[in-house]
């Protein structure tokens, strides 16, 4: 992306379709599973995409906390890195304040990310927030 209509329009697209998939489970926000594969962002357009994602996060994300929230990205794209069973053991071994950053990562597949999804979910239980 490397105009800021472009970033509005991407955003716009992207609420509609997760409304779209919402609506009929009765539902406003969900833990979203996000592959980035493929997403270019211009340097130019950077604070724009940053204000665009926390707004978009604010209305459809599924909040766990005050400023929590489940949302795990990962790269269907990135060079695998590892057995993905042992990624995975790690992401439900992590401790709470490490769940909490990992989240700001990209991870290396869809199976890690939803691994970090559900543990995101249970720390959040099990810490009644």
């Known amino acids: 992306m490397r105009s800021p209509a ?8 992207l609420l509609a379709k997760v409304r779209t998939v919402l609506k009929p489970l009765g539902r406003d926000r969900a833990a979203l599973l996000v592959d980035v594969a493929g997403l270019e962002i211009g340097p130019e357009v950077v604070p724009v995409w940053g204000e665009s994602l926390s707004e978009f996060v604010a209305v459809a994300c599924e909040q766990v906390g005050p400023g929590r929230v489940l949302i795990a990205r990962f790269n269907s794209r990135a060079p695998s890195v590892g057995l993905r069973r042992e990624a995975i053991q790690r992401i439900q071994n992590v401790a709470p304040v490490a769940a909490q950053s990992l ?25 009644g927030t």
């Open 6 to 13: 472009e970033v509005a329009l991407a955003f716009r697209v």
């Open 103 to 127: 989240q700001s990562s990209v991870l290396g597949s869809r199976e890690e990310a939803a691994a970090l999804l559900a543990r995101l979910r249970e720390l959040a239980a099990i810490l």
